[in-house]
């Protein structure tokens, strides 16, 4: 393997880690009573969108354990589907808040999010970044895969503060490698006049833009939302 691939899949890594560890300290320092609140997720208060971290977590754990030794299929962009957005009836989605209210206090689904996100994180860093595994019946390598969710962890970051304004955000570095990965996807880049905050939150529908956004955005605002599957 080159020099160039090795620097970039051990970025991908540390990008993972990066963002994982700060999502994990967020959902830890949310007060209990904040668990009720909305989330940036259409329909799901904040301890529902956790619960669906919990799932996200051991989503993670089982692709990095099921290994696969075709040519990858996919890579971090092409592992994405512009898909319509949710309407709720998705069967996944309405067991979510179900799953959430099981746990009861918050404190519960704390520690469990804790647990499984703990071994995540150590079984992102302890994995090959060049070696493949397979997911969705796709395959691709596991640096590719770990940069698929540095987009997922840092969009579920926002949705966690959304309506939480004293929440501490997602570090700078992952929300420009989260908006890099959009704009790949999407084919096209934001106006520079947006932040990466703004690009992330515009160009999933997580806000609607305003005139001014609009107006820089051009054509490319009738693309919008990308909303990612």
Known sequence: MSAVAVRHYRAAVDLFSHSWTALRTAVAEVPDADF??????TGWLVRDLVCHLVIDAQDVL????TPADTEPTVDAVTYWHLVEPPTGEDPLDALIPRLAAAYGEPRW???HFDDVGSAAGRAARLADPAARVSTRDEVLTVGDYLSVYVLEWTLHHLDLIACLPSAAGPPADTLAAARASLEEIAGTPFPASFSDRTALLV??????????EK???????ARLPLVLG
């Open 109 to 111: 689904l704390k520690f």
């Open 203 to 212: 160009g999933t529908g997580r806000r609607p833009p305003t005139d001014a």
């Open 62 to 65: 089982i692709a990095l354990v």
């Open 215 to 221: 107006a820089a955005l051009g054509a490319f605002a």
């Open 36 to 41: 009720e609140r909305p989330s940036g997720c």
